[in-house]
């Protein structure tokens, strides 16, 4: 069985570009988290979604910062008109819905 | 606001010492995961504790749930360098699926 999947892995773009960020979680597993971890500091919670739902965005910044989990594919953390402070790594994590919690590797976005 | 309060944030031993690491909150937790994560990886998940006083036991590696679920401690006997890495202990709270984490302790084992 295999883990959950991130790509990609490293992602460097310049300020004003989009990140999009991907997240195959555990098969059999309906629920999905987006962290983030900033140099230095601990995981935060971003948001939490199943299949076509957010569940809870109250870890989201207000703008530029969207996710999804569509019916069929991954989950997806897009990031528009990236700025500096955007620059972390960015863990999904997936959960069969009984709080034990797998992440995937994470996705190291650095911003120009 | 910081829920979770681990301690040590750094930890420097020697091989075949024991060591404790401890996480602690004011808030009733439904489930606590302790975590340990290499540079460059994701967390990778140790155990999970859901009982009030429940014991848990990895190789060397022994974990407690507080009896009101307010605390955890990770005990580590005869350490190893394998066993370098960010230690995060994580909660989920009663009313909600997402982890709360913990500061982290960063543990080196010197040989």
């Known amino acids: 069985n295999a883990g959950v999947m991130q790509n990609p892995r490293h992602l460097v773009r310049r300020r004003g570009q989009e990140a999009r960020l991907r997240c195959s979680p555990m098969?059999?597993?309906?629920?999905v988290y987006w962290y983030r971890q900033l140099p230095e500091e601990g995981l935060k919670f971003m948001v939490y979604l199943q299949k076509e739902n957010i569940i809870d965005e109250s870890g989201m910044p207000k703008e530029r910062f969207s996710a999804e989990f569509p019916k069929e594919g991954p989950s997806i953390l897009r990031i528009q008109q990236v700025v500096r402070g955007d620059s972390a790594a960015y863990f999904c994590?997936?959960?069969?819905?009984?709080?034990?919690?797998?992440f995937g590797p994470g996705t190291r976005l650095l911003v120009l | 606001t910081q829920l979770l309060e681990q301690s040590p944030q750094f930890l420097s031993i020697q091989e075949g010492e024991n060591l404790t690491v401890y996480c602690n909150s004011s808030?009733?937790?439904?489930?606590l995961q302790w975590y340990r994560q290499e540079p460059g990886e994701g967390p990778v998940l140790l155990v999970t504790?859901?009982?009030?006083?429940e014991v848990k036991k990895l190789k060397r590696l022994t974990f407690q749930f507080g009896d009101a679920r307010k605390d955890s401690s990770l005990h580590i006997t005869a350490a190893q360098p394998g066993d370098t890495g960010l230690y995060l202990c994580?909660?989920?709270?009663?009313?909600?699926?997402?982890?709360?984490f913990g500061t982290g302790t960063r543990l080196q084992v010197f040989p």
């Open positions: 994590a997936s959960s069969p819905g009984d709080t034990v919690t797998y």
């Open positions: 504790v859901v009982t009030g006083g």
């Open positions: 808030s009733v937790f439904s489930s």
């Open positions: 098969k059999g597993h309906s629920h």
């Open positions: 994580a909660g989920a709270l009663s009313n909600t699926d997402k982890l709360i």
